[in-house]
């Protein structure tokens, strides 16, 4: 699948066909762009890399700060002032923004760093990004685990140079910049630099290494040259005394003449980024080598999952879907800048409420012992800074989503703990879970009843209920009893009267785009609305059937554009994520067919090949995973431990899981064409034995083997009788066996 990838899909505004059908229905609130980047990134990486033309929201691209409708541009054409390190990938708005340490490679005078040179021939693929600048310089980027490689081809000149600039940080748009509060640079021996800024309270080390032996090595501030052997310490830095300050090697250069520079990163000092470094290139220590590398693992990582289609573009679609899935969060173990214990630690924790629900399960599933490490590092931060994240950045005091969601991490640790993943203390976990639902909107959940907004009180309830799981499997029964009340309390969210969440604020939705989760009870939940037939006709409203088409926002919509949208209470077709697993809420009133329209409508309308070929913010990752679970006919219910099924987008598919591989065939599969019809599931068998209700059991799906689809282009009895497992309806889980 490495070959397929396309890092530049979600990069541009959103250019899709129109939609047709069921699809059109759907209204978009959020950007309609993916907001990625297409620079260097090592899987799970520490750091990446990307051309920096200052927009929003990653540094690189076209467009301005951007919240609602079609981005605005700021650009006609892709720029770049230089190189930086550290971007988001695919997320809005997170307040401050990284791209630290822009390197400029320049023929032009040193007064003219910060100017914007047109991209050309621009060629990425995972791990490596590529460019030519205008004038003439040609730049190849690698990602390691905690390094980066930076190659350029000069064109002849007698004053050719490679300037490293340690003051710069954000973005280009207004309140946009960060600016480092301290930093010391100095030269350790010619072709060797070190330095450290302190930046939104984290000190970032780099050792920088040049071979560019004939060029002189020099530190500059305010945009002159300091004596040679001079080292440079600021002590105190605000915006209104910033001056410009970094390092340069110049000198020279003949036609085609290539100058590496390789970058170690550490937040714990000058001396660990070094080590960091070495640690990256490893005996040969070239870009070539480290390339070689990088490319060896993502194509480990990329074949993990193989999809049989005779249609390049639909296995570049997913190929750079799964591509997108891996690059976060932020892998750093023994890295804690804020603790001196060894241990994981992770950052670009961003945007929970979006990766809980499909991101995570896609890491337990491929990296069982990836997500085992992830899970110590949010529980030794909850441990450290007293709550289990909703975001984290590579920033001091950054979990500041709180409006966001709750007890979402709790989802993670239940999943791992119901499937036996080793590497966790479950004794600490528990502690930390339990420690963590009464924090902020938990105080006002136990006294009350429930917390606003309501979506909290839906947050809250399920994670008292993935609490109660891992306490069951440590045979804590009295922890168990006294957490099943609260669990329950998830009702107190839920006018009776209308069968939908009560009157709230909701963080970028409406009631309707929260009331249709999938909750631990599914059973009360449609019962509470009134049974099977009054919960399928609110789905049905909600989805739009029988809607007429609706017009999406433009440019900047005005409020009144966007309060008449949202009172339409419809589903926001993946342009956003808070309802993307409501298409599954059918399968538990007996009505898998309807999933199957709903999804066939957002796999093969939302989601297409080119720069502009997502639906809205992929948001690290949680847009892609859910589309690579959709395609495989696998939609995973997070903390639950359970997968539900419809018709997969292929005909087979082979995905390696935690204790073998898990195949999927779809016998009578017909190639799909956007709007084309929709596909039912028939029949299903798991290992030749059949399955007569819509979904699988976790520790199936991870033990791997055999699931068999039958399609017809008509629906089925199938998964109409057997619904899903719902607290009030199914028997306890039989014990799990531990996993390897």
């Known amino acids: 699948?490495?070959?397929?990838?396309?890092?530049?899909?979600?990069?541009?505004?959103?250019?899709?066909?129109?939609?047709?059908?069921?699809?059109?229905?759907?209204?978009?609130?959020?950007?309609?762009?993916?907001?990625?980047?297409?620079?260097?990134?090592?899987?799970?990486?520490?750091?990446?890399?990307?051309?920096?033309?200052?927009?929003?929201?990653?540094?690189?691209?076209?467009?301005?700060?951007?919240?609602?409708?079609?981005?605005?541009?700021?650009?006609?054409?892709?720029?770049?002032?230089?190189?930086?390190?550290?971007?988001?990938?695919?997320?809005?708005?997170?307040?401050?923004?990284?791209?630290?340490?822009?390197?400029?490679?320049?023929?032009?005078?040193?007064?003219?760093?910060?100017?914007?040179?047109?991209?050309?021939?621009?060629?990425?693929?995972?791990?490596?990004?590529?460019?030519?600048?205008?004038?003439?310089?040609?730049?190849?980027?690698?990602?390691?685990?905690?390094?980066?490689?930076?190659?350029?081809?000069?064109?002849?000149?007698p004053n050719a140079r490679v300037v490293v600039d340690l003051s710069t940080g954000g973005l280009t748009i207004p309140y946009g910049a960060t600016v480092p509060l301290r930093a010391r640079l100095e030269s350790v021996e010619p072709g060797i630099a070190q330095g450290e800024i302190v930046v939104e309270g984290v000190p970032l080390a780099i050792y920088v290494e040049c071979d560019a032996e004939s060029w002189r090595q020099m530190l500059w501030y305010d945009r002159r040259l300091m004596p040679a052997g001079q080292r440079l310490d600021l002590d105190s830095i605000r915006p209104t005394t910033l001056r410009s300050f970094g390092l340069m090697w110049a000198g020279p250069s003949e036609e085609g003449q290539a100058v590496e520079l390789r970058i170690g990163f550490s937040l714990r000092g000058v001396e660990q980024a070094r080590t960091n470094l070495h640690a990256d290139l490893g005996e040969l220590g070239t870009f070539d080598s480290r390339l070689a590398g990088t490319r060896e693992t993502w194509r480990g990582l990329l074949d993990a999952i193989t999809v049989d289609t005779p249609h390049a573009q639909r296995r570049q679609v997913f190929a750079t879907a799964l591509y997108h899935s891996l690059i976060k969060p932020c892998f750093a173990p023994n890295e804690s800048p804020f603790w001196p214990q060894k241990g994981p630690f992770v950052f670009d924790v961003s945007t929970m409420w979006d990766i809980y629900r499909t991101q995570l399960p896609l890491l337990t599933a491929l990296l069982p012992h990836r997500a085992a490490e992830l899970a110590t590092a949010l529980l030794s931060?909850?441990?450290?800074?007293?709550?289990?994240?909703?975001?984290?950045?590579m920033a001091r005091g950054s979990d500041r989503f709180s409006r966001q969601g709750s007890a979402l991490a709790h989802t993670l640790l239940s999943d791992l703990a119901q499937l036996g993943i080793s590497g966790i203390d479950w004794d600490w976990a528990l502690?930390?879970?339990?420690?963590?639902?009464r924090r902020t909107y938990g105080e006002e959940f136990l006294l009350q009843g429930r917390a606003e907004p309501l979506s909290h009180t839906l947050d809250i309830a399920y994670g008292y209920w993935c609490t109660a799981q891992v306490a069951g499997l440590l045979g804590d029964d009295a922890l168990v009893a006294e957490y099943a009340p609260l669990a329950d309390r998830w009702r107190n969210a839920f006018d009776p009267a209308t069968g939908l969440l009560g009157a709230s604020t909701y963080y970028e939705g409406t009631r309707f785009n929260y009331s249709f989760r999938l909750l631990h009870d599914m059973a009360a939940r449609i019962a509470l609305a009134g049974g099977d037939a009054a919960f399928v006709a609110l789905l049905d409203t909600f989805f739009g059937y029988g809607a007429d088409a609706v017009v999406q926002p433009g440019e900047r919509p005005s409020p009144e554009e966007m309060a008449a949208g949202y009172g339409l209470g419809r589903f926001e077709g993946l342009n956003n994520e808070p309802d993307m697993e409501a298409p599954w809420a059918y399968h538990y009133a007996g009505r898998p067919d309807r999933t199957a329209e709903v999804v066939h409508g957002i796999v093969h309308q939302m989601f297409g090949p080119g720069r502009g070929g997502l639906p809205g913010n992929d948001d690290s990752g949680g847009l892609s995973s859910w589309f690579v679970w959709a395609c495989l006919g696998l939609f995973p219910v997070a903390g639950q431990n359970l997968f539900l099924l419809h018709p997969p987008a292929f005909a087979r598919a082979t995905m390696r899981v935690a204790r073998g591989e898990l195949t999927i065939v779809a016998e009578n599969f017909v190639e799909p064409i956007p709007g084309g019809p929709v596909q039912y599931v028939r029949s299903v068998t798991f290992d030749g034995e059949p399955v007569e209700g819509a979904w699988l059991d976790g520790c199936d799906v991870h033990r791997g083997g055999e699931l068999r689809f039958v399609l017809g282009d008509s629906p089925s009895d199938w998964g109409r009788e057997h619904r899903p497992p719902s607290l009030s309806s199914s028997p306890e889980p039989a014990p799990v066996k531990e996993a390897s």
Not at 19 to 48: D, E, I, R
Not at 126 to 152: D, F
Not at 381 to 393: H, K, T
Request: charged share 15%; glycine share 10%.
């Open 1 to 157: 699948m490495y070959d397929d990838v396309d890092p530049f899909i979600g990069t541009e505004a959103t250019a899709l066909p129109a939609p047709t059908g069921l699809a059109a229905t759907w209204w978009w609130p959020k950007p309609q762009v993916g907001n990625t980047h297409p620079g260097a990134c090592f899987p799970l990486g520490m750091v990446s890399a990307c051309a920096y033309s200052g927009a929003y929201p990653t540094g690189y691209g076209l467009y301005d700060l951007s919240t609602e409708g079609v981005p605005t541009r700021l650009h006609d054409r892709p720029l770049a002032s230089g190189f930086t390190h550290f971007q988001q990938s695919g997320t809005g708005a997170i307040r401050k923004y990284y791209n630290y340490f822009r390197v400029t490679p320049m023929i032009e005078p040193l007064d003219e760093l910060g100017r914007t040179w047109d991209l050309i021939d621009e060629h990425a693929e995972p791990g490596l990004y590529s460019a030519t600048l205008e004038n003439g310089i040609e730049a190849q980027l690698v990602a390691g685990p905690r390094s980066m490689i930076h190659r350029y081809r000069f064109p002849a000149h």
């Open 381 to 393: 931060i909850c441990e450290q800074e007293g709550n289990l994240p909703i975001g984290y950045r």
């Open 431 to 437: 502690v930390h879970m339990q420690t963590d639902l």
